[in-house]
């Protein structure tokens, strides 16, 4: 039972990363700018922000809770799988914490610093390039972070299937 209750967690956080960087980040800018609004990336970034805010805390929530009941399942096989699934449900704490409490916390100070929508800064200007490299870390977190879950999905499944 608590084996379906873990895979059921983290196969519904994978899914609604996958949902999120696949569909709400793209549809939320795409839908936006076909507005021709001055602001729209900001009004767009605001949005994704929020709900990449809800995919960070729950990753790392999720994962925490599952490192805490890993401990709870018969370990007599597949020692190698647990091996896994620890070392992929840390990296999903690891990087969705990073992403949430670092490097989107950094791209919020910056926003906040700019004054003017990230779209009316000149791509050249020192703001505006470090903006959008911790946006490459953020997407680079968040990739990191799902392969993370599937490894720790794919090696949960697999204990569960050999026990």
Do not use: C
Not at 7 to 31: H, N, Q, R, Y
Not at 96 to 124: E, F, Y
Request: aromatic content about 8%; cysteine-free; overall charge positive.
């Amino acid at each position: 039972m608590i084996k379906d209750i873990r895979l059921f967690l983290l196969s519904l956080w994978l899914g609604a990363a996958i949902f999120f960087s696949a569909v709400v980040a793209p549809s939320a800018f795409s839908a936006l700018r076909t507005f021709h609004l001055s602001n729209s990336g900001e009004i767009a970034g605001n949005i994704v922000s929020r709900a990449l805010s809800v995919i960070n805390t729950s990753g790392f929530i999720v994962s925490l809770l599952l490192l805490l009941t890993v401990f709870t399942i018969k370990r007599s096989s597949g020692q190698r799988l647990l091996f896994v699934e620890i070392i992929s449900l840390a990296g999903v704490a690891i990087t969705t914490g990073i992403g949430q409490w670092v490097v989107a916390a950094k791209m919020h100070a910056l926003r906040a610093a700019m004054v003017l929508s990230t779209d009316q800064i000149a791509a050249d200007d020192s703001r505006r390039v470090a903006f959008n490299s911790l946006h490459r870390y953020s997407v680079a977190a968040l990739a990191i972070g799902m392969i993370a879950a599937l490894a720790a999905f794919l090696a949960a499944a697999q204990r569960a299937r050999l026990d």
